[in-house]
C-alpha cells in the first residue's frame, strides 16, 4: 500500500508522494513559492497565471486552516506561563499512537488505524509516516508514508537511517537504505511470545520506547505476556505471572525480561532511575532489576515496584472550570469526583527549554480524562514519593475537547514537551468483549479515526531554534552534544554513538570522563564508555571517586552489570568502593549494597551494616542489604547487635529480626548462635523475644524448631517468657504479638490454653488474629475446633484469619464441614464464595462433601438470566443504599473512596470506566483475569494451604495475597505446588445475592451520574 501527500491544518499543503522525492509543493505561510507548480498547470499554459492562482487558493486556504491551528489549540487550559502549539494535524497524521525524531528533527509517527482492534489479518492498516518541517517553525509541512502494512505499531525508536517499531508482539526494523525517504527493508528482530496471536485487545502490547543509562530499549510490555521465571508447565513452583516489561539492545536485537510488570509507559529520571506507570498507578518506581532478582538466595525480595504516589482515592483530579472533561456533570449536582483510570503516557521532563523548577519532573497523561498531570520527585531515595507541587490548583494541562486522548509524551529536540493525541470520540484499550458488546458498540470506538493531532507545549516567550544536524554529524560534534543540557541531545548522542560502535571514540570519551566540568557530560561519557565495552579499572575507580553523586551512582550499576556472579573485585576497586558506604547519597549507598550480592568482597559485614545503620528506616535498604548477606553471612548478626542505631532504632530492630529470620531459613548456625548469645545477655527482653520469634518463623520454613538450637538453660526461660507475656494484657500489642510468633516452637500441650484464651472476646483483633495463625501450624489437633468454638467472639477484623487456619489442612477443613452439618456453625454464616472455596478444595474428601452440602458450583452458563437482569435493572438507584451494600458486600476486599482494604484493585478507576463496564464485571468478574489477580491453593510446608492471589514472585519465593487481606512471603524452601483456580477472587452470583434494584443502589454509588451518560468511555 502507498499512501498519499497531505496538507496539514496550518497553511501549508503536504507534498504529495511525487513531490516528496524532489522538491517539495508547498507554499509558504508567507506566500512565498517553495517548489515548482503542477505539470498540470504548465500544460494548460501560462506558468505565472498558473502561480498566482496556486498562490491565491493556497493563501486562502492557509488563513482557515490557520484559524483551524488556533481554535485547536484554544482547547487547552495550561499552567501559567505556557502555551501549546499544533505541529501536525489531519490530513498530515491519522491515529496517532506514538513518535519519534531522528537526529535531523525529522519526525517519525506510528499510525494505528484499527484502534482499537489489534489489526491482525493482513493486508494492515498500520503505518508509518514521516513528517518533516520544511521551513523551521516547529510545524510539520510534508507528510508520506515511511513505512506502511504493519499491524498495531505501538512504539517507535530511530535507529540505522530507519525506526524500530513495535508491533503487537514483534518489533520491526524498517530500514531506509537509499536514503529516499521510504523503508525498503523490514526486518522482524525480536517476536514475543507466540500466544499472544490469541490474546484480546488492540496490539498495543509494546509501548514507549525509552533509552536507559545501559544503552537498551526499555519498554512497558502490559500484555506481551513477558514471565520473569519460566512457565509453570516448565517449572511446578512458578505462578507464571506475566506481563513484565521488556528491554531491548538495538546492537544484536538481544531482548531481555525485566522485573517490573503490568506497565503502560516508562521513563528514566535524572538519576537513571527507572519509572513506569500502569493505568490506574500513575508512577511506580523500579527498585530491583533482573539481575538482582536472579541472586535471591533465601531472601524473598519485596516487590519489584515501589508506588510513589498512594491510593486513588487521595488524588481526584483537580477540577476545572464547567464544560471540560473532568467536571462534566449535572446543572445544580456536585462536580462529579474522576480518578486515573487510563494512565498512557510518562515522562520525566529533562530538557532546558522549561523553568529550572520544572527540571526531574514528572508528567503523566490519562487518554480517558483527557488530562495532563505533573508530579515533583521528593526524597533521596531509595524510597521516594511523587507529590504534586503545592503551587498546581489544576492539572497541567487539561483538555476542553473530550475527543483529546494523549497517548504519549517526549521531549522534543528543542526541549518542548510533545503531546502525541489518538484524538477519539470514544476511548478503551481494549475492544468490548463480545458477551457485553452494545449494538453499536464497535462503530462508536471507530468515530474520530479519521483524525489525530500531535502537540507542542513551550513557555510563552518560546522562539522556535535551527532543527539539528546529528544524524550523520562527525565525532566530535557528536561527542560535544553529550554535554547538551537537554536530555534529547544527549540521548540522540548517546544512541549515535553506540549505534556506530567508533573505537576512535574510546580515548576522548576517557578524557571528558576525567575533565569535563559538566556532571551530565561526566556521567553520559561513562555510560557511552560502557556501551563500547571500554570501562577498564582505571575508568571505574576514576568514577567512583567523582565528586558529583550521579556519575558515582553509575560506576556501581555498571560495576554490578559487567561482573559475573562470585567474581573477586580488585583491590584496586575495592578500596573506593568500600568508601561508598557512608556516601552521602542514599541511593549510592543502596545500588552499592545491591552490587555486594554480586562480587566476593573482603570485610562486607562491616560494609553492608555501614549502609543500613545510615538508613535504618527504608526497607527496600534493609533487604538490599539481607540480600548481600544471604550469600555470606559471616558474623554479622555478632557484629549488627554491637550497633546501638540498629538495637535501638525502630527499623533497625525490624533489620534485626529480618536478619535472625534469614539465618534461620539458610539454617546458618554460626549466626544462630551467635543471635542467642545475644538474647542471653540483654536486657532488652522485647528485642530478644522478637529475635528469637524471627528465629523460630525461619527455622520453621525449613521443618526445623527453634529448640534443637537453643541450650536448655537460654530456651527455657525465653518460652516461660512468652508464656507469661501473652498472656499479659496490659502490655503493648506489639510486644504480646512477639510473644505469641514464638509459641508455636513449644508443643501443642504447653500453648493451648493460652492461646485458646487469645480467642476470647475480650482480646483485641490482632491478638485473636496472631492467636490464629499460631494455631494453624499445629497439626493433628482441636485448633480447627477452637476456630469453631470462638467465632461468635471474633473481631470481624480477625474472622478472615479463622479461614485461613480451616483452609490450611484437609482435617481442618472437614472440621468446619462437621460443624456445618452438625448445626454448631449454621450455613447462613457462610457467604456464597465462602462455600465455593470449599467447593473447590484441593482434597476431595473436602470438595466432594462440600458439593453435597451446598450444592455444586455455581453453573457457568448464565448468559439468559443475566441478560434478563440486565433489561429489568433500573436506571437509577439509591447511592445511599448503594453504599450500605458496599460496606457489608464488598469493602472486605475493595477500597472505594477511603472505604474498604486493599485486596482487589481500587474502584476508582473502574468506576471511571462507566456504569456498563461496573456490572460487567460485577456479574462476570471471571471472564478476563491477571494472572496476579487469579485465586490459587499455594501450598507449603509449614502453614499447609494458602487461598489467595500471587501477586509477585522471583526465584527465592512468591508474595501471596491471602483472602483474609494480608500479604506473606513464601519462601520456595516451603513451597509445595502451586494450582490455580481459573477465576478470580471476586465471587460471581451476585445476582442470587442482591436484587436488581439492590444492583442499580450499588452502581449508582460507585458511578454518580445518570445510567445514560456514564460511560466512562467518554
Known sequence: MTGHGRVGLMGRPAATEAGAHGPSNAVGDNGRATARPSARLRRRGSLALGVCLLCIAVSARARAQTTNAAALESEFQLAPGFRIQLVAAEPLVFDPVAMAFDGNGRLFVAEHRAFPEPDEAPPHLGRIRLLIDTDGDGRMDVSHDFADNIAAPSALFCWSNGVLVASGSRVIFCQDTNHDGRADVQEVIYSGPAQQRGRAGNGLWIRNWAWGWDNRLHA??????????????????????DDHDLALDPLSGVAMVESGYGASAVAFDAEGCKLVAQPARPVLEELWRTPHVDLARGLVLPPALHDLTGPLAEQPLTAVPSGGPVTTHRPGSPPARRWFSEVTALTVYRGALFPTAYSNDVFVADARAGVIRRYKLVGTGPERMALRPASDRSEFLVSTNPWFRPMQLTVGPEGALYVVDLHREYFDLHPPMESAAEPHDRARHQRGADRGRIYRIVPEK??????????????????RALAHSNVWQRETAARLIYQRQDRTAIPLLSNMLAVARNPMAREAALNALGGLNALHPAILSRALQDTNPGVRLQAVRWMASMADTGTRVPENLWVPLRRLSSDPSPRVRYELALLTARYVVPGRELTLLDIVRRQPESPYTRAAVLLSLAREPGDCMAMAVLDPVLTRHPGGRLFLQDLARLLGRLQYTPGIQQALTFVQRTEDVELALSLLSALQEGLQERG???????????????WQRALVMADNRGLPVATRLDAIRLLPALPYAVTHEVLAARLLPIEPAPVQAAALVALGIYQGTDAAALGVRAWPGLAPEARPVAWRLWLARPESAVVLLDAVEQGRFPPSLLRPWEKDWLRRYPSLAVNSRAQKLFGPPLETNRVERLLTLRTNLPAQGVPARGRLLFQQHCASCHRYQGLGTVFGPDLEAAAMRGRHYVLQRLLEPNQTISSRAELRWVDTADRGYLLGAVVSENPAGVWVRTVDGETLTVSRLTLRSMSSLGRSAMPEGWEQVLTVNELADLLSFLVPGRADSADGRR
Open 220 to 241: 512497558a510490555a502490559r500484555g506481551l505476556g513477558l514471565t520473569l521465571l519460566p512457565s509453570p508447565e516448565q517449572d511446578a513452583l512458578s505462578a507464571g505471572l
Open 462 to 479: 518560546f522562539r522556535n531554534p535551527p532543527a539539528p544536524q546529528l544524524e550523520e554529524a562527525p565525532l566530535l560534534e557528536v561527542l
Open 704 to 718: 526445623d524448631t527453634l529448640a534443637r538450637h537453643a541450650p536448655a538453660h537460654v530456651f527455657e526461660p525465653a
